[in-house]
Each structure stands twice: as structure tokens, then as C-alpha cells.
């Protein structure tokens, strides 16, 4: 088992820093041997534990990587890796590759001490890592997104809640069930009510019936 690994997208925005002042010729002339279509074949078969590192070689990398682009053809072309998230800290979180057998550092997550104190539920869904909790007055959701390697709020649910049943299929997440604000089982009137699916593309939560 390898060491801990800070996500390093981050570290790519230090890296391009340093190449725009050092360098203003063409960034992309990394792959203009073989061209682009060729070097993003070649980048789809990289891990997603590298794929960070690859983004600091230059800029066009680094905005392909952070756009999306790479992930979306992955995952047209079938290619899951499956990470497993945990935290043994309220506010920090861990990433582990089960394949390579590799671990690594999450940024600390932003809360208020509501939120650490609260009920807490977490969903992996696509790109991203969802913790949903509540603050002083509402439902929260922060998201850590690896594109970015950073955390930021996340969509409001139709209906918010806690402790409630969750999966999750790609980029597509499936909530069910609950307890309100209060924390009282929510009584839903009718089975539409009490399920939300959200698309991690739209960033949106919809009610849907069974």
C-alpha cells in the first residue's frame, strides 16, 4: 500500500502559473507530434489517481482535464474506476484507489460547527462527493468536486432532508425517504414526494415517482 497523495489539480494551477511566465510559446505543442485526437486517446487509458498530474504538463491539458472533456469520453467509451471515500475527521476526508492500492488527501471541507455537530449523509455520484447536513436554520449539501479538487455548496434538494436511502449510477443520484428539519420521519402524501433523482450535468434535483 502506497503512501498519501494530495489530488493535485490544484497543484496544476501553481505549475501553469510558473509555465506562463517562463514560456509564452505554444502550450500545446506537447502533443502536436501526433496531434490532439491522438494524445486524448492516449490520456483516456491514464488512471484517474494521474490524471491530476497530467494536467500540470500544460495548459491544454490542464483545461481539457478541468473542463470535463476527458471524463465524459471515459465514460462514453465504458472506462469506470470506482473510489472509495471515508472520513475518520468531520471535515476531512480521504479518497482510495482499490486497485492501485493507493490513498489520498481530500482539501479540508468549509462548514460551520452546526453542520459538524449534525446528522450527516454522503453519496459519491459521477466527479463528485456529496455530504448533505444541516446548518442553523436549513439542509445543506456540500460537494467536492475532482475536477477542480475543491469544495463548494451544492444544488438545494425539492424536499430537504437527512438520514435517508441513497445510490447512485454514474453521474445520476437517487434519494429516498427521510427526515425533516426537525428530524420527524417526513410523511410524504404520495410515493412522487418522497424520491429526487439528481444529474450531476444539470446540477439539479427532480422529484420522480416509483
Excluded at 19 to 26: A, E, M, P, V
Excluded at 94 to 109: K, N, V, Y
Amino acid at each position: 500500500m502506497q503512501g498519501f497523495h494530495d489530488l493535485s489539480l490544484s497543484q496544476a494551477n501553481q505549475s501553469n502559473t510558473h509555465h506562463n511566465i517562463g514560456d509564452q510559446s505554444d502550450l500545446s505543442s506537447l502533443s502536436s507530434q501526433i496531434g490532439q485526437d491522438n494524445s486524448i486517446n492516449c490520456l483516456l487509458q491514464c488512471s484517474r489517481y494521474d490524471i491530476g498530474s497530467v494536467a500540470s504538463l500544460n495548459r491544454s491539458f490542464h483545461s481539457l482535464i478541468r473542463g470535463g472533456k476527458l471524463y465524459r469520453l471515459r465514460r462514453q467509451l465504458g472506462i469506470v474506476e470506482h473510489w472509495v471515500y471515508f472520513s475518520c475527521n468531520l471535515l476531512q476526508w480521504e479518497a482510495f484507489d482499490p486497485i492501485r492500492r493507493r490513498w489520498m488527501h481530500l482539501p479540508r471541507m468549509p462548514s460551520y460547527e452546526c453542520f459538524m455537530c449534525s446528522d450527516k449523509e454522503s453519496l459519491a455520484v459521477g466527479t463528485e462527493l456529496l455530504i448533505f447536513g444541516k446548518e442553523v436554520m436549513s439542509h445543506v449539501v456540500y460537494k467536492y468536486n475532482i475536477l477542480t479538487n475543491s469544495w463548494s455548496l451544492g444544488m438545494n434538494m425539492n424536499n430537504p432532508r437527512c438520514l435517508f436511502g441513497s445510490t447512485s449510477l454514474g453521474e445520476i443520484s437517487i434519494l429516498a425517504s427521510g427526515c425533516d428539519f426537525q428530524g420527524d420521519m417526513v410523511c410524504y402524501q404520495s410515493p412522487i414526494d418522497g424520491n429526487e433523482i439528481s444529474d450531476q450535468e444539470n446540477s439539479m434535483f427532480y422529484a420522480f415517482g416509483i
